[in-house]
């Protein structure tokens, strides 16, 4: 994997240049609107099991969490609040987003955040090489080693999918 040169310096590319981290920019279009994850994976010609998308989740006590997870699946609340420890976890209103974050919808990267907050990976993605992340802006993907992406992130791996 090489670094990319003509990319948009994003908090995430920010941070995984200056950790002197590889990735591979893939750029696609959001013209149509279309920036959900399955759409995403089918536009760049990626793997749905490797495009991974970034959910926000907000506990009873306020806190919140960050959950990876492939993109054709769905993120079980119970699971999700038994990795994270707390007793109930909601999504997080998508008005807040951009505040909590510095991202917007369809560009939320799980690196460079605001804060870092508790972030949490699919147990599978274990079992996947490099997985495909939101760069940090509708449009572009970033693909990176799966342990760079847990590392840079603080991420633990457990089981959080219906």
Known sequence: MKKSNNVPKTNAVRILEGADIAYEMMEYDV???QIDGV?????????????????LTKATTKELFVFLLPVARELDLKKAAKAAGV???????????????GYVRGGCSPIGMKRKYPTIIESSA???????????KPGFQMKLLTEALAQTTDATFQDIVK
């Open 31 to 33: 013209s149509d609107g």
């Open 39 to 55: 759409s995403v994976a089918e536009k760049t010609g990626q793997p749905v099991d490797q495009v991974y998308k970034t959910l």
């Open 87 to 101: 007793k109930k976890l909601d999504m997080l209103p998508l008005k807040d987003l951009t505040k909590e974050t």
């Open 126 to 136: 274990q079992e996947q090489t490099e997985l495909i992340v939101s760069a940090g």
